[in-house]
C-alpha cells in the first residue's frame, strides 16, 4: 500500500530494507588443501606442497671422456717438452708454451668434466639434434663421403690439392643429397682455388700443385 502524506505533517520516511541473515561458518565454502600423494611424507607447516626434483644420477660412462681427455693433455704435454726450443727474432717464445698451454687447458677441462659427473651432471638428448634412433644406418651416403676422401688422399700429389679439393667438395655435396652439378662445381673450383692460395700466401705452406705446376 502507498502511505499517503499527511495534510498538516511531514512526508514519511521510507521504509528500511532488512537486512540478510549473516551466514553460519558452517555454510561457508570448504577451503581446498593439497592432496597429499600415498606413501610421500607429510610436508611441514607453511609448505605449499611443492616436491622437490630427484637428485640426478651421474653417467658413469662418461668417466670414459674425462679420463681419455685426461690421457691425451698428458701426451700433449710430453711431447711438447720434447720439442727443441728454436727460438728465432719471429717466435721469440719458441714452439713450446703453445701445446704445453693445451695440454694443460684439457686437464682441465678433464677435471671440470669429471667433477660435473660426480655431481650427477648428464646430459640432455632431448636439447639435441631431431635424430630418429630407430632409422637404419644410411650406408650409401657414409660410402660416398668415404671414397671422396679417400680419392683425395690418393689423387692430391697425382693431380694436385686444386683438382682432388674440387672433387673432394664435390664429391662431399653430392653425397650429402646436393643435385645441382653445375652449381656445386663451380662452388667446389671456388673452394678449392681460395683454400689453395690461403695456404700459400697467407700460411706460407705450399700445397700440391700436381698438373697445374706453372699454371698456379
Not at 182 to 192: D, F, G, H, T
Request: proline share 10%; net charge negative.
Amino acid at each position: 500500500m502507498r502511505t499517503r502524506p499527511d495534510p498538516g505533517g511531514d512526508r514519511p520516511s521510507p521504509p528500511v530494507p532488512a537486512t540478510e541473515p549473516a551466514i553460519p561458518d558452517q555454510l561457508a565454502p570448504p577451503v581446498p588443501q593439497t592432496v597429499a600423494r600415498a606413501g610421500a611424507p607429510a610436508s611441514p607447516a607453511g609448505d605449499t606442497g611443492s616436491v622437490a626434483p630427484p637428485a640426478r644420477a651421474g653417467d658413469r660412462a662418461q668417466y670414459g671422456v674425462c679420463v681419455f681427455l685426461a690421457v691425451l693433455g698428458a701426451l700433449v704435454i710430453v711431447d711438447a717438452t720434447g720439442i727443441g726450443r728454436g727460438i728465432s727474432i719471429a717466435d721469440p717464445i719458441g714452439p713450446k708454451p703453445v701445446p704445453i698451454l693445451l695440454g694443460v687447458l684439457l686437464l682441465i677441462v678433464a677435471a671440470v668434466y669429471a667433477v660435473d659427473v660426480a655431481r650427477g651432471g648428464t646430459g640432455e638428448p632431448e636439447a639435441g639434434e631431431d635424430v630418429d634412433l630407430s632409422s637404419p644406418i644410411d650406408w650409401r651416403t657414409v660410402l660416398l663421403l668415404i671414397g671422396a676422401f679417400l680419392a683425395n688422399a690418393v689423387l692430391i700429389d697425382r693431380l694436385g690439392w686444386v683438382i682432388s679439393g674440387t672433387l673432394l667438395f664435390w664429391g662431399s655435396a653430392f653425397a650429402l643429397g646436393n643435385r645441382h652439378y653445375v652449381r656445386s662445381l663451380l662452388i667446389a673450383v671456388a673452394l678449392s682455388l681460395t683454400t689453395f692460395y690461403t695456404f700459400a700466401i697467407g700460411l706460407g705452406v705450399n700445397l700440391p700443385a700436381g698438373v697445374l705446376q706453372g699454371i698456379l
